[in-house]
């Protein structure tokens, strides 16, 4: 059993502290929690007191717990200590080295290994204020998590979202196993660990592209096959980015996950994800969309049926195979419904990339739990049997575990 100090800042993602809680101490650890002035007025002391079981701890101007249990203590004696949700303001005060409560005051007090994960709305995260503030905490050797994107309470979109529970849970079992750099093979699971010092890109699911605002046009895309491939590189150690385009998926643990819902969106999310190494482009994204969204929904008028200008989207993976910010190994898939190793011979040369998984869709393939893929790449065609999508991600991330391992460039 390890013990963690978590302190829980003032936002409204403090209510997903209690899920932390809960998570940890259903994993077997002990948990003491500090709740900050600001915190406070999103869950209360005793919400935590009654999950983790233990005193919940305030403030600082407490002659009882001076008496009994100093800060410093407090924070010695924990095994890590967790910042979640870590506010803007909580990451300026950490980085500035200010102790003026007794959250801040632990942190400049302690000796034992920090996470902290963010949550606060898009522009304040993108500030380059709170940039510098993460990049000089990361300098010290915090370990800061990258918020979630997506939709915020706040009605925006983008980065700033709290990593969802279960990843902090995962990066919480992480570095109680290794340490900072959580780069020792004996963490999470299986022990076998080779992608711990790697970042991969992971694209999936379908995307949808507006005609009006309630009507759009989208593909059968399940987006099973890519998060079972995110998860089983991650729990080869990678840490992955997954951009997701619409899908009723929850999102695999220690995976940090990117929403979207356009091809320009996702080309966006993926250049903002860069850089990596290694992508494995497994979305279906929209070759076309249409022409100048309509702003007003469609009516059926005297004027006869709306006609639909299509447009070509941005090629993500043709694009990522020619840049300068290739990743070293990368990866396209290519759903096809004839002459599948054909095409996909031809989408290697023509994309940039390294390997294409062809898999013939004419069946029923989207959406199902099982695949038929081929490998192809510049050495030449592999066959793999029928098998569940999860066995396809492990064999696929053992082989991309394999490549990133190997010196010389994939082939
Ligand atoms: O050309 P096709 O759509 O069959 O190619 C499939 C591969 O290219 C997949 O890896 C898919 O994620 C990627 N792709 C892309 N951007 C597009 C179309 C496809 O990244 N606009």
């Known amino acids: 059993m390890s013990r963690v100090l978590l302190i829980v800042g003032g936002g409204i993602a403090a209510y997903k502290a209690c ?18 002035e600001g915190g406070s007025h999103f869950v209360t002391a005793m919400t935590l007191a009654a999950l983790s079981e233990e005193e919940v701890h305030t403030t ?61 709305n898009v522009r304040m995260w993108l500030h380059p204020a709170t940039q510098r503030n993460v990049s000089q905490l990361r300098a010290d050797g915090i370990t800061v998590m990258e918020p979630d994107e997506g939709a915020m309470a706040c009605g925006e979109f983008g980065p700033g ?17 290794n340490g900072p750099g959580g780069s020792a093979p004996q963490a999470l699971g299986t022990g076998h660990r080779p992608l711990v010092d790697k970042h991969i890109l992971v694209t999936a699911g379908p995307t949808h592209e507006p005609i009006d605002p309630v009507r759009y046009i989208a593909n059968r895309s399940s987006g099973k096959q890519g998060f079972a491939v995110a998860e089983a590189l991650a729990s080869l150690g990678a840490r992955v980015s997954l951009v997701a385009g619409p899908v ?76 300068p910010n290739r990743p070293r190994l990368l990866v396209g898939f290519a759903a096809e419904t004839e002459h599948v190793v054909t095409h996909a011979r031809d989408k290697l040369a023509r994309k940039g990339a390294d390997w294409i998984i062809a898999n013939d869709v004419s069946g029923d393939v989207m959406g199902g739990d099982t695949n038929t893929v081929h490998l192809v790449s510049a050495g030449g065609v592999e066959t793999w049997e029928h098998m569940p999508k999860a066995n396809v991600a492990r064999r696929l991330a053992d082989r991309i575990a394999a490549t990133l391992q190997d010196p010389v460039q994939p082939g």
């Open 60 to 120: 600082l101007w407490d002659l009882k717990d001076e008496a009994e249990m100093g800060h410093i203590q407090l924070s010695r004696q924990a095994d890590l200590i967790v910042v979640a949700p870590a506010t803007a303001d909580l990451l300026a005060r950490m980085a500035a080295g200010l102790a003026n409560d007794l959250a801040t005051t632990l942190l400049l007090a302690t000796d034992k290994p920090v996470l902290a994960a963010p949550a606060m």
């Open 161 to 177: 979202r709290l990593p969802e529970p279960t990843a902090i849970i995962t990066r919480i079992e992480l570095l109680l196993a």
């Open 19 to 36: 899920e932390i809680v809960r998570l940890l101490r259903k994993a077997g650890h002990g948990v003491r929690c500090v709740l900050t």
């Open 248 to 323: 009723a998926l929850a999102t695999p643990a220690g995976v940090t996950r990117i929403d979207v819902e356009t091809a320009r969106e996702m080309a966006a999310a993926v250049d903002r994800a860069l850089p990596a190494d290694a992508a494995i482009m497994v979305a279906a994204v929209a070759d076309w969309r249409a022409e100048g969204a309509a702003e007003q929904k469609l009516k059926k008028a005297a004027g006869g049926i709306p006609s639909l200008q299509l447009v070509e989207n941005p090629d993500i993976l043709a694009t990522l195979g020619h840049s």
